[in-house]
């Protein structure tokens, strides 16, 4: 049995870890699946590489009402995927090259799938067919999440490996797949009403693909802010079919694709589609590593338990990323592993994850943007707080455009002008709303962003100037 001074399993964020202040020690790397991790494979990279020719297909779509009157003529798919996977593939075969070769003489990589079987012991199942066993004094465990598939009648629930079919089982995709078909699909079903499935929705449906997006909610995108979440659900309805309220309740192959059997507010009906794409959410893999073994503790939502210092109950032993995070985003795993790569080098003085202020974006037409609570939380909470909606179309950037429909919404506490949360639906939000990000941080008043800098004019960044404006002046509480 090989003992290391620190075993890193999983690839992404965790790979960012090992560098010049760790070259005095012998470090493990172990990696079940692609190098570099959900991100760069199989999750934000790629899927923003699709996301940008769509949005050049759909510019078509918009240019009419302005007056450029263009049409698409074809969309090279597997073009499109050999440029993006020739691309990628490419950084990963590069990323285990170099954890492997003389670059890094303190790393051992090992390729294969790793399990707890006692205190600080992973046993791993090699993919050449053999097994090894290491011991170390420290663990980062960095292993992610996976897709979880429902239990409906047809589908082979749990699955991992999605896109074949089990004998008397439905052929299906996930977000593993999908992004590999062979062509592009006529028509695509797409279970589920979270980020994957909107993200994916936007893609095929800019790119000619018959759409229909199934949701048991009564709203797609229900965890943003109540009042872009209906703006959203309006527009994605406009453009394909979304089925609210709807439940599947079988799938089964047919010759030509799937056919779903639903449950919805016009009662049952049966859908058909050539492909069928699953989106119903990630579940950490902290199970699957077994880490109870080694004393680790899982929450019930199946998350590694951290404290803080992303420490888990196990001293020595970290944990980062989508296995431990209740924010299943890259730039928090990414946050979480700068935290762990400073308290496995400075033990006596460590330093704390932020998660105050933890923004997220949903790259569809039109963009999503967040940060900080939501109006109906604060509602709910008894939080006191001011809100101002601004719309796009009221700035000079998006009047241009002729915007309609889409706003930034604040909300600030009354007494002190301070920030509580910012959400956008609408042209580039992801990047407009980066200044009041860096405002909830620093502790900037509303007030004092608005007034006490310039704002490029006419640019869309005045909509987080004239939203912010439009908050009233802080009243202090005495
Ligand atoms: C389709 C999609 C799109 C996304 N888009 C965005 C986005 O736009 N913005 C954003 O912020 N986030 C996005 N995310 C989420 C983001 O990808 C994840 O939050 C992030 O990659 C998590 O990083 P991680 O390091 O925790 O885990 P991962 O990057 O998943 O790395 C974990 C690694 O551990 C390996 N592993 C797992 N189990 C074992 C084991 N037992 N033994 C050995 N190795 C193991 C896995 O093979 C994997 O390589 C997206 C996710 C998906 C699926
Ligand atoms: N732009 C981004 O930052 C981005 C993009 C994609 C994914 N992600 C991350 O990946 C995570 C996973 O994405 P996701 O879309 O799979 O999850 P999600 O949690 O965003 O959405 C899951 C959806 O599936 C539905 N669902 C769950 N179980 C179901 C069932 N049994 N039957 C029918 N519907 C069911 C839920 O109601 C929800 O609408 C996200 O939480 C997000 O953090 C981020």
Known sequence: MAHFDLVIIGTGSGNSIPGPEFEHLTIAIVEDGLFGGTCLNVGCIPTKMFVHPAELADAARHGKALGIDAQLNAVDWPGIRDRIFGRIDAIEAGGRQYREGPECPNITVFAGRGRFIEHKTLHIDLHDGGTSQVTADRFVLAAGSH????????????????????????????????????????????????????????????????????????????????????????????????????????????ADGVELQLNGQDGTQT???????????????????????TGVALDDHGRVVVDEFQQTGVAGIYALGDISSHYQLKHVANHEAKVVKHNLAHPDSPISSDHRFVPAAVFTDPQIASVGITEAHAIKAGIPHAVKIQNYGD????????????????????????????????????????????????????????????????????????????????????
């Open 147 to 254: 897709v979880v598939v429902p239990n409906i009648p047809g589908l082979a629930a749990g699955t991992d490996a999605a896109g074949t079919a089990e004998a008397g089982t439905a052929t299906f995709h996930t977000s593993d797949t999908i992004m590999r078909l062979d062509k592009l699909p006529a028509s695509i079903a797409i279970l589920g009403g979270g980020y994957i499935a909107a993200e994916f929705a936007h893609v095929f449906s800019s790119f000619g693909v018959q759409v229909t997006q199934i949701a048991r909610g009564k709203r797609l995108l229900k965890s943003q802010d109540a009042d872009v979440s209906a703006q959203y659900t309006k527009e994605a309805a406009a453009r394909y079919t979304v089925l609210l309220e709807t439940q599947v309740s079988g799938v089964a192959n047919t």
């Open 271 to 293: 859908l058909r589609a050539e492909v069928l794409l699953i989106a119903t959410g990630r579940k950490p893999n902290g199970a699957n590593l077994a880490v109870e073994a």
């Open 395 to 478: 700035i000079a950037a998006g009047w241009a455009r002729e915007d309609s429909g889409h706003f930034l919404k604040v909300l600030a506490d009354p007494a002190t002008g301070l920030l509580l949360g910012a959400h956008a639906i609408g042209p580039e939000a992801a990047t407009v709303i980066q200044p009041l990000i860096q405002a909830m941080h620093f502790g900037q008043t509303a007030h004092d962003v608005a007034t006490k800098q310039y704002w490029i004019h006419p640019a869309l960044s005045e909509l987080v100037e004239n939203a912010l404006l439009g908050l009233p002046t802080p009243q202090p509480t005495h």
